[in-house]
């Protein structure tokens, strides 16, 4: 089979999880942006989205949808989901906490201007005193170097995507969570990912009006 290809707009959203999680494996992918409301309504109308929506991708034959169900695939497929039924379900429980924070940080963009503080502070707010601590205790209780298993999973690579996202936010957000800074410098250093992080990689830029816009004239 060929290189995945993702089909999304240039902009996060849901799919720079899947990114991040195709590049921590090492796998090289094409992008498909879509840059219109025709772009969107040809997929749809050749029948390659199964709920009319995307994030969608072409992998392995298949034409997957539902951003929970591509992260599966990729995190089994590339064995970053855990080696076993339990730690699987600390995977699962651990990815379900960032992706609760990411998701509030994929729809700040969208806010109205003069919510935008609020909002901003609510993200802090979740961060340092729902999310982050979880984590800086796993770390600490288990006292390895990674959350699950002592091996890298995706939990470890999608706390690490919340984490700069949140910095973007706040740059000092880690300053109570020793432990999350030491897992940040040592995820961040592992080859493929330390490779997504630098520039001129598939990995996108925080969000900025332009592409916000874009991105919206698609569903009009
Ligand atoms: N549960 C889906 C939601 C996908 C979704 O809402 N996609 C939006 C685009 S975005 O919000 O991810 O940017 C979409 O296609 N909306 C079009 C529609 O719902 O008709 C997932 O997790 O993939």
Redo the contacts with the bound molecule.
């Keep these: 089979a060929g290189k995945p290809k993702l089909h999304?707009?240039k902009t996060r959203?849901?799919m720079e999880t899947i990114r991040w999680l195709l590049a921590a494996a090492g796998v090289e992918f094409e992008e498909q942006y879509i840059q219109s409301k025709a772009d969107l309504e040809k997929l749809k109308k050749d029948g390659f989205l199964l709920?009319?929506?995307?994030?969608m991708v072409e992998i392995d034959g298949m034409k997957l949808?539902?951003?929970?169900a591509i992260l599966n695939y990729i995190a089994e497929k590339y064995n970053l989901g855990g080696k076993d039924i339990k730690q699987r379900a600390l995977i699962d429980m651990y990815c379900e906490g960032t992706m609760d924070l990411n998701e509030m940080i994929i729809h700040l963009p969208f806010k109205p201007a003069d919510q935008k503080e609020k909002e901003t502070a609510a993200i802090i707010e979740k961060a340092t005193e729902r999310y982050f601590p979880v984590y800086e205790k796993v770390l600490k209780d288990h006292g390895q170097d990674f959350l699950v298993g002592n091996q890298l999973s995706r939990a470890d690579i999608q706390l690490l995507e919340a984490i700069l996202a949140t910095e973007e936010l706040k740059a000092d957000v880690l300053s109570k969570f020793p432990l999350l800074k030491a897992l940040k410098t040592r995820i961040s250093n592992i080859p493929n990912i330390k490779t997504f992080l630098q520039p001129g990689s598939p990995r996108k830029s925080p969000p900025d009006e332009k592409m916000i816009a874009e991105?919206m004239k698609a569903?009009q």
């Design positions: 999304y707009f959203g849901r709920f009319q929506q995307v994030p949808v539902q951003t929970r991105a569903f």
